[in-house]
């Protein structure tokens, strides 16, 4: 039998990566954590060595086993108490990213038979590892109190330890880097408010950091009896404070707002403080050591991704971080802060892959007299003019930098160009990029990405008849917008659980995200917040015309957005279009909002997504 292109597509993915392989592992005291797959198992095992990766490691949790066959197994956290003897983790089998929280004894490798239910991400443990603090959702799927369980009780016996009333925050919980105090963070899309306790008192009420301030952002860790907070009050791209606690009114600035760097997230190690950021489009890493000048981290390549590794001991020089682009693989590096000194821990194996045979480039695109970033890849010596995926999200304040996948070569092999638009209503820029993206600004993520199609056709990159888009869930949004506005210049779209009926989810406050999305989109029983939204709704301005292909797909158990977003407007598409070219709509009928949970299913989705792609474009049979 010949093969599908879908199964041509997925053995060459699955060709390019090695799929037995360790990561690095990362001390934690006398202890390194890490975790490794092997080929022919969809999910990781996590493991741990004693004083030495040298040793024989201690399985400490197997996915594989926790997934027991079923379709879906995904993990919400995974923490080891402070003093190593037992771990906290958490399981959702069904999509719906609700989990169950359970306990397993480490010296053992048994559970200790306290199953938490209908919990959420975050969580941390006390200094003593007696007791662990979670979050649990309300009726709109929103993590809004904070709870203590005592190892050993019930969940019933579980004592409130906050609730959040005001449907536009969401609570989350974790531990400073120092491990000395507990904090609990009340997050709205403008506004936020950090509680904390110590750690090693966890009945102690939590005391406020900073009181909330309307529309003012801040985020703190502790650092040598001081607190580190970046804020963006006076400061949309955030500055860095110090002050000691209940002295905020004397806090030292370390790092004054720049409109030209966004200051991001501190890290604090026992001697120096890492803080990250963005400068000019790219990520970026500042370190600020006790005893000198602080400096920043260099990187030379034209487009890349910057992440922050596991960094699990407080008290180190060695900061470890990840680097990779379209053309290198993830890489591990750390840091000596003292002496700059850096050292490739690993790099992810790439096996049947050459980057000499590819070439990327950041270029620049216009909409109304603004410059926005796109970044390309493709065949190197490829001739140009030739057929593009186009890649967009545009929200959030979320960065969408250059990342190394395996699937994406079956189509640069097959000669088409893979671009990223970094559109307003993302973070590439800086705060005032999202600013100009969100609320009554929406409007111009939509018109950025066609003006980068455009850009795109007119320098000669892109084919005309022959540009896909695709975009996932903000970004299936933005794929329904751009579908509807022009559906002349698409050849095809993949819309992957697409938020495109904002008008009637905006309005209907019991479904998951509305209340708290206000803050993102507008409320659309304010009048004019009504028109924001109707003015781009993809669901509303779908009315006759000749569409481009369009592959949509959902979630059934999605509750981030609901299944019937996708279905009504597949539906409407097909009862109005005026063309020829399919219209599908693909549900995972056992998973959620970020589809399979299994890399071997992963992988075959991805597979299909591309054979749709390819073969819209007109490229190739197989």
Not at 93 to 122: C, K, M, P, W
């Amino acid at each position: 039998r010949k093969a599908s292109r879908r199964e041509v597509i997925f053995n060459e993915t699955r060709a390019r990566v090695q799929e037995t392989d360790l990561s690095a592992p990362a001390r934690r005291g006398a202890w390194w954590y890490g975790s490794r797959t092997e080929e022919g198992k969809q999910y990781p095992q996590f493991l741990r060595w004693h004083l030495t990766v040298d040793n024989d490691p201690q399985l400490i949790l197997d996915q594989n086993e926790l997934a027991d066959h079923r379709s879906f197994c995904d993990l919400g956290l995974l923490a080891v108490s402070l003093d190593h003897t037992r771990l906290a983790y958490s399981v959702d089998h069904s999509g719906n990213e609700t989990f169950a929280l359970r306990f397993r004894d480490l010296a053992t490798g048994q559970d200790i038979g306290d199953d938490v239910a209908g919990t959420y991400y975050g969580g941390a443990w006390s200094a003593d590892g007696s007791r662990f603090f979670y979050t649990t959702l309300d009726h709109a799927h929103r993590p809004h109190r904070i709870w203590q369980h005592v190892l050993g009780h019930d969940q019933t016996q579980d004592t409130l330890v906050l609730e959040e009333e005001d449907e536009r925050f969401e609570v989350d919980i974790g531990l400073t880097r120092d491990r000395l105090f507990i904090m609990i963070e009340v997050i709205s899309s403008t506004t936020s408010e950090t509680l904390v306790f110590p750690s090693d008192h966890p009945d102690s009420e939590p005391s406020v950091l900073i009181p909330r301030i309307p529309d003012v952002r801040y985020r703190a860790e502790h650092h040598q009896g001081l607190w580190l907070v970046v804020t963006d009050e006076d400061a949309p791209n955030g500055r860095l404070i110090s002050f000691e606690a209940g002295a905020v009114d004397k806090a030292s600035e370390l790092i004054p707002h720049d409109p030209a760097m966004k200051v991001g997230r501190v890290l604090p190690f026992a001697d120096h403080v890492v803080v990250t950021g963005r400068r000019h489009g790219h990520p970026a890493f500042t370190v600020i050591p006790d005893r000198s000048d602080r400096f920043d981290l260099e990187f030379e390549e034209s487009a890349y991704r910057l992440g922050v590794g596991e960094n699990l001991d407080y008290d180190t020089a060695t900061f470890r971080y990840t680097n990779e682009s379209f053309l290198a693989p993830r890489r591990v590096i750390d840091i000596d802060l003292d002496s700059r000194i850096q050292t490739v821990v690993k790099e992810t194996p790439a096996p049947n892959y050459d980057s000499s045979q590819y070439e990327q480039r950041r270029v620049w695109a216009s909409a109304d007299d603004v410059r926005i970033p796109v970044t390309l890849v493709h065949k190197k010596g490829l001739e140009l003019p030739a057929p593009t995926l186009l890649y967009g999200y545009g929200a959030y304040e979320s960065s969408i930098d250059p990342w190394f996948d395996p699937s994406r070569f079956p189509l640069l092999d097959r000669g088409v160009v893979f671009a990223v638009a970094h559109i307003r209503g993302g973070g590439e820029m800086g705060r005032l990029w999202h600013e100009r993206g969100r609320m009554a600004n929406k409007i111009n993520t939509f018109r950025d990405f066609i003006a980068v199609a455009e850009f795109l056709l007119e320098t000669g990159v892109a084919r005309e008849g022959h540009i896909a888009a695709r975009g996932v869930s903000a970004g299936g949004l933005l794929m329904g917008a751009v579908t509807t506005m022009r559906p002349e210049l698409w050849a095809a779209v993949v819309a992957e659980v697409p938020f495109v009926d904002a008008v009637n989810s905006m309005l209907d406050p019991s479904i998951p995200l509305t209340v708290g999305e206000w803050e993102e989109w507008g409320n659309p029983a304010i009048a004019d917040q009504y028109h924001w939204i109707k003015d781009y709704s993809p669901y509303e301005h779908t009315v006759p015309a000749d569409y481009p292909a369009i592959l949509a797909t959902a979630g059934f158990n999605d509750p981030r957005v609901a299944y019937w977003e996708p279905a009504k407007w597949v539906a409407r598409l097909r009862t109005v279009n005026k063309g020829s070219r399919p219209i599908l709509l693909k549900t995972e009928m056992g998973a959620g909002h970020c589809g399979p949970s299994g890399r071997y299913d992963a992988w075959r989705d991805e597979a299909f997504i591309l054979a749709f792609v390819l073969d819209q474009l007109g490229v190739g049979k197989v």
